[in-house]
């Protein structure tokens, strides 16, 4: 291994290091109050180490929180995925959705403190970048198949994305929880079918 190689690893680690520390951090108390004094004082390394890959603690909000949203669309597209029903899929797909919104990592960093992080106008975020290709991944089937007539996988996909995040909402600032995961997942089996019946009745 050359001398360069070795180095990029070791960045490679060093990066995964901070951005897996800070992730903890930011669920168990929050984007605000936790300090990079922190973060570097659990890494074990300097803090010019930590600026030498992040500019600043917003922009290692920002890595933890691409991270957290990739694992959440690929656990939502593994389980569309393993349905062979288009419909099925997409029911698959929210489930797993709702699941997610029950982590304390995505309900934290990407539905509560992502919002305050992007008001302070340090980055721009949302879920479109990762999500809207899930879904359109997820809901071309039922486009392509003719499930869906006269409608398009973008704008299918736009407008699923508004109601899960609506969703997400609900779950992350519930009192409970549990309970409103159960309950938003009535009102999308809700919609669901309610979409299928008018889909049916138009082929």
């Excluded at 901070?18 to 992730?23: K, T, W």
């Excluded at 008001?119 to 879920?127: C, F, P, T």
């Excluded at 409608?151 to 699923?160: K, Q, R």
Aim: hydrophobic residues 50%; charged residues 25%.
């Amino acid at each position: 291994m050359t001398v360069k190689r070795l180095r990029e690893r070791q960045a490679e680690a060093t990066r995964e290091l901070l951005v897996g520390i800070a992730r903890e951090r930011f669920v168990e108390q929050g984007y605000a109050a936790t300090a990079i004094d922190d973060i570097v004082r659990r890494a074990g390394i300097a803090k010019g180490a930590l600026y030498h890959h992040f500019s600043g603690k917003d922009v290692l909000f920002k890595a933890v929180y691409d991270v957290v949203l990739d694992e959440t669309a690929e656990a939502v597209l593994a389980a569309a995925l393993a349905e062979q029903d288009p419909w099925a899929a997409v029911r698959a797909g929210l489930s797993a959705f709702l699941d997610a919104c029950l982590q304390p990592a995505f309900r934290r960093i990407v539905i509560i403190d992502s919002v305050a992080v992007q008001a302070a106008g340090s980055w721009e975020g949302g879920l479109e970048g990762v999500e809207l290709p899930m879904l359109r991944t997820v809901l071309t089937p039922l486009v392509d198949n003719g499930a869906l007539p006269g409608v398009g996988a973008d704008p299918l996909a736009h407008v699923a994305l508004g109601g899960l995040y609506g969703a997400a909402l609900y779950i992350a600032r519930a009192a409970d929880p549990h309970t409103a995961r159960v309950e938003a997942d009535a009102v999308l089996d809700i919609v669901l079918r309610g979409v299928r019946a008018v889909a049916t009745e138009h082929k």
